[in-house]
């Protein structure tokens, strides 16, 4: 969902990280949709070598995916979609290496961090850098890298790169699942996918092959390849020009060089478990959140898809099992388990019991953590009585006369009525009028979905000012960023402090901010 605001901090992404020329393609294809290399050239006014670079520039970064749609009487052609959430990713970088830091070694955090940086790689460039990096005498050998790719690769923590140019064709209706509305209803045809949803699954490859490891026969072909096209920056870049350059599909044909990549899906769901387990504790306490964690890390084989609904189903001796692993839950006895997951279950079921199984509901778990989130914005931008009456309209879930909302929450009248206003004029509530002779009635309730929207754009909004509040002071500091840290003395001394802490004090918003951009965005 790339909002207003949404589109604008992807562009000031972009530009940060490869200039005004890239952020411009860029732009085309956020505002346009996918298009042509001939539209985005018309589009753009740029010369058909600048576009190309650029798309080059963007898919070596994951941040457009080509494609080809194959339809009957159209002209055939390579299009290409920008992919929004992998620009936002780029953001997250510093989170997704304290992850695999949790977990591995630090060459993993570094082989991590080279493909975050340069997006796309072979098994032999990464040897490369790790040894351009080190110091005379301290080379890694090629066998070590592979070890700890195998490791990331084995977590899905990097998988292989998708197809270049995936062929999609028209879904056939007949074929789309349907689904039940409820035990009253009958039943509706499914929402169709996304063209985004439809081009990256086209372009993914089967699971057993994404996460395949390196054969010797691929590490030969892999050392062929990058010598045949050592004229080239990238591995796989001259390809990628040619398929630009003739704009014509390449068939969908593999590479000899396996490129790899980071797997933004796995890193995003971590991220949701860590946001899953942090809410419990904040609402209920330790060993709900140790008990919940422990099903989040069983079932996480079990779970596919990035934005699963709920867990797999967990038996409490599986639980215990996997709660004891746990130094922490090594404290917590089986009678101790099994009060929790009681807990869990009762009032807002974060966990649902089916037949001695227990499944964690993230929807629940999400909806109530969106809720305070926009109920503590509410409370810091209209005061404590635009709380209540928020709260009141949100636990009504229904439309509401002004009157019953005043006596409700013990405001007058005029007051209720003019926060109603304030809140209605930022498309907070959502306000019907009612007739009745001469009387008008004003009826006030919660539209989430719009509200939802409205919230996650004010976000990435706050979050580019953030950007643009930091580029600022780096940009004003310049000299004393400069200078040598032992000349760094009196007045340089101060500023340098002060932006030191200013720096630290803008980061660590960024950060709690993406985390609520994720709550809405990504979980």
Known sequence: MATQHGIKFALHIITNHFGNLVAKVCECLLRRGPLSLQHVIRYTELSKIQVKNSLLVLIQHNC??????????????????????????????SKFLVTV????????????????????????????????????????????????LHKLVTSHYVERCPLSEPVLTQPDQDEVPARKRGAKSSKIIVEPETLEQRVIAAAVPVEAKRFSLITDDERNADAVKDKCDSCTEHVGEKRKYDALESDVDSGGT?????????????????????????????????????VISAMLEASRKEEKKVKTAKSAPLSLDSIYEEVIKNEMGRNMTFDHVRASLFQLSSGPPFVIVEDDSYIIDFKCIMKLA???????????????????????LSEAGRLLETDKISDTVFVEKKETTNILYKMWQDNYIHMEK?????????????NKETLWKTVLDEMFHAALNLSIRMA???????????????????????????????????????????DAIMLFHDF
């Open 434 to 446: 009612i007739v009745v002779g001469t009387t008008i009635f004003l009826l006030w309730k919660i």
């Open 254 to 290: 593999e590479e000899q060089a396996v490129l790899w990549r980071v797997n933004f899906d796995e890193f995003i769901r971590r991220l949701r478990h860590k946001a899953c387990t942090e809410n419990i504790r904040t609402r209920l306490d330790d060993g709900a959140a140790i």
């Open 472 to 514: 600022y002071e780096l940009e004003q500091q310049q000299e004393v960023l400069n200078l040598p840290a032992d000349r760094r003395e009196g007045p340089m001394k101060v500023k340098f402090e002060r932006l030191k802490k200013v720096r630290m004090l803008l980061e660590s918003s960024q950060m709690k901010l993406d």
């Open 64 to 93: 457009v995916q080509a494609f080809y749609l194959d339809e009957p009487d159209a002209p055939k052609s390579t299009q290409y979609m920008v992919l929004f959430d992998n620009i936002i990713h780029r953001v997250r970088f």
């Open 101 to 148: 830091s949790q977990e591995f070694d630090k060459m993993c955090v570094d082989l991590t961090e080279a493909l975050l940086q340069h997006g796309r790689l072979t098994l032999n460039q990464i040897h490369d850098r790790f040894n351009s990096i080190q110091k005379e005498g301290n080379s890694i050998s090629l066998d070590a890298v592979q070890e700890n």
């Open 370 to 392: 969106q809720s305070d989130e926009v109920e503590s914005v509410v409370l810091k931008r209209y005061g404590k009585d635009a709380y209540r009456i928020f709260r009141s």
